[in-house]
């Protein structure tokens, strides 16, 4: 009985969802007079299919949004990233003065402080990360 | 029409660098760029105006200690000056982190004593000198904010070259973000506007190198 049950199990096609490896997840704190703050990290897509990050959710931030700091006009501009994809395989960086995370806090930040943050994917499935707040 | 100009271009190129910045001297970008060479120390990270180093108009604005900031204040130093917003996220907590890893760089006592850094805020209505002074102390407390109201910001911000644009999407938005000029702006001395560089992480060194290079330059 036991035996057949592991070979249902083992024909049963595994339905893989999809987890991202993410190295050095960190907040760069700033002084509580200011309302925002911006996260950053590296994202690896180890699966076979592409996925896309669709939104975030912390207890800590009232609002987290993917944004990219890019040349408009000659000016340094805010573009909001409604969807990131990652490729099969690719790594994605979110670093200064590029591609971060914009995230308003609920309460002042501290350095060495740890957030939880989850991360919702296009294939439904969601991770929590946890922040490092840096100085 | 368009080759055949850069082929003359090209021509006077090779004949002599010295010919071009008589010809072009204000239009082409080569032309400053080879003028700054001449005039300044050779340089690795900042780029010099050289012989469109211009002279500040009066202005006044008020620092993060409500101390007047204007035009004197500027005299017998070289001065970094960043524009930007305390409310920004990304760029800039980057430039002045960036630049205060320039400032640590320095090292040499008097080379330090010649460098101020400020930072200024083109964002009044939320940045008032309070907010500024915990901003400044966060960074570096040997940083100074500035701002003051938008008409004294612009006289600053148009003899500079600096672009800024408050992004609000109503009056009474509290949330908004302001795009702004990105590089930071070199002051002589003399309260000239002399040079910009844009920071970054991989030319702080350079940036430090450079400052050390102009400051015993004038001396």
Not at chain 2, 51 to 64: K, M
Request: proline letters at 6%; one cysteine or more.
């Amino acid at each position: 009985m036991s035996r057949l049950l592991l070979l249902a199990l083992l024909m049963f096609p595994v339905i893989a969802q999809a987890e991202l490896t993410i190295d050095h997840a960190w907040i760069k704190n700033l002084p509580p007079t200011v309302p925002v703050r911006a996260g950053y990290m590296t994202i690896v897509n180890p699966a076979k299919q592409a996925v896309s990050i669709v939104s975030f959710s912390s207890d800590a931030f009232s609002s987290i949004d993917m944004h990219e700091t890019v040349m408009k006009d000659g000016m340094m501009h805010m573009q909001h990233v409604p969807e990131l994809t990652i490729e099969a395989g690719a790594k994605v960086t979110l670093a200064p003065g590029g591609m971060h995370m914009m995230m308003e806090p609920v309460k002042p930040t501290i350095t060495g402080e740890q957030i939880n943050i989850t991360i919702k994917l296009s294939d439904g499935s969601q991770q929590t990360v946890i922040f490092t707040v840096e100085q | 029409m368009k080759s055949k100009s850069s082929n003359v271009l090209f021509a006077i190129l090779a004949l002599s660098a010295g010919l071009l910045v008589s010809l072009f001297p204000a239009s082409s970008w080569s032309a400053q760029l080879e003028t700054a060479h001449r005039a300044q120390p050779e340089l690795e990270a900042i780029t010099m105006m050289g012989d469109e180093t211009a002279a500040l108009p009066a202005f006044e604005l008020t620092d993060h200690r409500n101390q007047v900031f204007n035009n004197s204040r500027l005299k017998d130093k070289w001065s970094l000056m960043f524009f930007g917003y305390t409310s920004c996220p990304d760029v800039c907590p980057t430039t002045l982190n960036n630049i205060s890893h320039v400032v640590h760089a320095l090292k040499d006592p008097t080379v330090l004593d010649a460098v101020k850094v400020y930072f200024v805020s083109v964002d009044p209505q939320r940045d008032k000198p309070e907010i500024l002074a915990s901003y400044m102390n966060y960074f570096n407390p040997d940083f100074t904010a500035v701002t003051g109201d938008s008409q004294m910001l612009n006289v600053l911000t148009s003899a500079l070259g600096v672009a800024y644009k408050i992004k609000k999407k109503a009056e009474t938005d509290p949330v908004y973000s302001v795009d702004h000029s990105g590089f930071v702006v070199l002051i002589n001395p003399q309260g000239e506007n002399a040079g910009l560089f844009f920071s970054d992480p991989d030319n702080v060194q350079a940036v430090a190198r450079d400052l050390v290079r102009l400051v015993k330059g004038s001396h």
